[in-house]
């Protein structure tokens, strides 16, 4: 009998919580607490409170399967207060199996669910800067994840997404779809769209990037919203007009920073101060070590969508300054591990529906009903890289009969990353740079 580490990586295990870290390498650690992540901070995405309902059987099995593997002491799913439906579903489930996995509640606040701040909230522990939970002796898993994890030791790859359909279609819906699915395939499920020119969003409002045209394991929403929506225009906007409004529009108010919930943890991340270096001067001509917070950065969003009064977006100034600095070959310096939490920091928690107010998606938070059925579709595009690491290379070639779960592209040995298998079975048509497309037999062409 193989490891579960082992059976994890074959059947192409990798966080579903939009991160894609591959899960075997956590399930190989070692580790004093395992928690499940159920706080789905983003609004309007309704995946993880649905699973922790539906699969609460699997997700316990899951967190016992991980905890026992990394010999862990302590098994918490940490979820948020206002999830009732999930948390009675849980209890029942852990009275039954006798289960000591623990509940954590959490308040309604963003970004509940960030690695760092979740960790703290829920062992006091502080995640060094630069650092991962497993630094601080914690592995962290999505909720989703721990039922694929599940589902990997009873030989079942990763075939499906779960994800929630939301903002302006006609029915607002949560379904199971085969990864690789086309997004106007599941937007026609969700009854269509209710307004003619948009854009989707893979992934929550806050975080999601806009859509490549198809899902991949790590997709946990897709948001339909108008052309002229706030966040999309934000999103849109091209980085050196960003980059112009640091200089010209920055009153170094620092609310950005009072607000980064890094910075509130303890970490040297301030936003504001990086915005007076990039306003003053060209990024380039920064000493680096300068401009080695910008790596401590989540982008969670919270300083350009949430906190500035302007119209600054310091998320992706930082965004595009890590790029470069990555590019340039500058590593991290920051991994200070002594440090304390800022004593305002629980007051300036940010409440879920305060946020969704302010980037105008308040009109859009209705039920999202889980759909027991998953969908079926004729074709899928199943990208070869949906995980940290590196991308797979294929293992089948044009014209070649595929059946749903078998393994069509791995990484090389030894490298970071995971298999990906056929989400329907079909004929492969094309074996693209990035992705393998498959059509099922008797589909249109
Ligand atoms: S996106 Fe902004 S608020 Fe969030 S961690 Fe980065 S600097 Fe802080
Ligand atoms: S909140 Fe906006 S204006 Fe204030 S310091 Fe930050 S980027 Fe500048």
Not at 121 to 147: A, F, K, S, Y
Not at 157 to 179: I, Y
Not at 325 to 354: A, D, Q
């Amino acid at each position: 009998m193989s490891s579960l580490a082992e059976q994890v990586r074959e059947a192409g295990v990798v966080g579903a919580g939009g991160a894609g870290f591959p899960t075997h390498v956590k399930a190989a650690a070692r580790a004093e607490f395992v928690i499940a992540n159920g706080a789905e901070c983003e609004p309007l995405l309704r995946v993880d409170q649905q699973l922790m309902i539906a699969e609460a059987s699997e997700l316990i099995r899951g967190v016992e399967l991980m905890s026992e593997a990394v010999g862990a002491s302590r098994s918490i799913i940490a979820l948020k207060k206002k999830y009732q439906g999930a948390i009675d579903a849980l209890r029942t489930e852990i009275a039954r199996r006798e289960s000591r996995v623990e509940l954590s509640l959490l308040g309604s606040y963003y970004p509940a669910g960030d690695e760092q701040v979740l960790v703290y909230d829920v062992t006091g522990r502080l995640v060094p800067e630069g650092g991962i939970p497993m630094d601080v002796g914690v592995v962290v898993n999505n909720v989703g994840t721990l039922i694929n994890l599940c589902r990997a030791t009873e030989g079942r790859p990763v075939t499906h997404r779960v994800l929630t359909v939301a903002g302006e279609v006609r029915r607002p819906v949560t379904l199971s779809v085969p990864v690789g699915a086309f997004v106007e395939d599941i937007i026609a499920a969700a009854g269509g769209t209710t307004v003619d020119e948009y854009e989707i969003l893979d992934g929550g409002p806050i975080m999601g990037a806009f859509s490549s045209g198809y899902v991949s394991k790590k997709t946990t929403g897709l948001i339909v919203l108008p052309t002229d929506h706030k966040q999309v225009l934000y999103k849109r906007r091209a980085i050196e007009i960003d980059i112009k409004r640091a200089s010209w529009a920055c009153d170094q108010c620092r609310y950005c920073t009072d607000h980064c919930p890094r910075y509130l943890l303890g970490h040297r991340m301030e936003p504001h101060i990086i915005m007076r270096l990039i306003g003053q001067q060209r990024a380039d001509c920064i000493p680096p070590e300068d401009l080695a917070e910008a790596y401590l950065c989540s982008q969670c969003g919270v300083c350009g969508m949430y906190a500035c009064p302007t119209t600054i977006s310091p998320d992706k100034v930082i965004s595009a300054l890590v790029e470069e600095m990555k590019e340039k070959g500058v590593k991290e310096s920051l991994l200070r591990s002594e440090f304390t939490p800022h004593p305002v920091r629980e007051g300036r928690k940010i409440p879920v529906s305060r946020f969704a107010a302010r980037i105008d998606v308040l009109r859009y938070d209705r039920d999202a009903p889980l759909q027991k059925e998953p969908l079926t579709v004729s074709r899928v595009r199943i990208p070869l890289q949906q995980h940290v690491g590196v991308p797979c290379n294929p293992l089948v070639s044009a014209g070649e009969r595929v059946e749903k779960g078998m393994k069509i592209g791995d990484v090389p040995e030894g490298s970071l990353g995971a298999p990906v298998h056929a989400s329907i079975s079909g004929t492969v048509e094309h074996v693209f740079d990035d992705s393998i497309f498959i059509r099922s037999p008797g589909s249109p062409g």
